[in-house]
């Protein structure tokens, strides 16, 4: 019975980073084609983006990403990106 549990946590667990990677690159897109300045917010059918630049320094522009599943799930990632 544990054998069970332990295989539904973890394919659970393993959905939740598919879907945190798919937000991820939905993100890193919007920020190379979006023309419109952060911060931006995007909803998906498997959940939600926050876009903001919490940082300027000369030549380069951080972008800090907010992802959450529509789960539950949630990660925060800062993308650096050459001007």
Do not use: C
Not at 5 to 12: E, P, S, V
Not at 53 to 73: E, L, N
């Amino acid at each position: 019975m544990n054998q069970i549990q332990n295989l539904k946590r973890t394919h659970h667990l393993n959905e939740e980073q598919y879907k945190l990677e798919w937000l991820y690159q939905k993100a890193y897109a919007k920020i190379l084609e979006e023309k419109e300045a952060p911060p931006l917010s995007f909803t998906f059918p498997d959940g939600t983006i926050n876009i903001t630049v919490p940082y300027i320094k000369p030549d380069r522009t951080i972008y800090q990403i907010k992802m959450t599943t529509d789960t539950g799930g949630y990660r925060e990632v800062h993308v650096e990106l050459p001007d």
